[in-house]
Nanobody, 122 residues
Framework: QVQLVESGGGLVQAGGSLRLSCAAS????????MGWFRQAPGKEREFVAA????????NYADSVKGRFTISRDNAKNTVYLQMNSLKPEDTAVYLC???????????????WGQGTQVTVSS
């Protein structure tokens, strides 16, 4: 069974930083891409970033380019999202997902974590 567990969320002031982690079950991690999405109250889930299984391909939403960095450590079965220069509009539940790369980017992953709350105060 595929399991994804996010951590690292919290409350931070605008301009601050957080690093999210998503730990995945070993069976999927080494072969699938990983992605981060977010969902704010009353809004649809939106793509944030994705990384291929090798780490050689990455993709970011325009709204986070230059501020967020996705990375993965295959030895630890973990993907990270370093978030810098946070803005109040980044407030959302952040979820990780796993699937083949194009499916992750398209938001069509079968496997999702439960999410971690990020709140950015102004």
């Amino acid at each position: 069974q595929v399991q994804l567990v996010e951590s690292g969320g919290g409350l931070v002031q605008a301009g601050g930083s957080l690093r999210l982690s998503c730990a995945a079950s070993a069976r999927t991690f080494s072969t699938y891409a990983m992605g981060w999405f977010r969902q704010a109250p009353g809004k649809e889930r939106e793509f944030v970033a994705a990384i291929s299984w090798s780490g050689g391909r990455v993709n970011y939403a325009d709204s986070v380019k230059g501020r967020f960095t996705i990375s993965r450590d295959n030895a630890k079965n973990t993907v990270y999202l370093q978030m810098n220069s946070l803005k109040p509009e980044d407030t959302a539940v952040y979820l990780c997902a796993t699937a083949p790369y194009d499916m992750v980017v398209a938001g069509r992953s079968r496997y999702w974590g439960q999410g971690t709350q990020v709140t950015v105060s102004s």
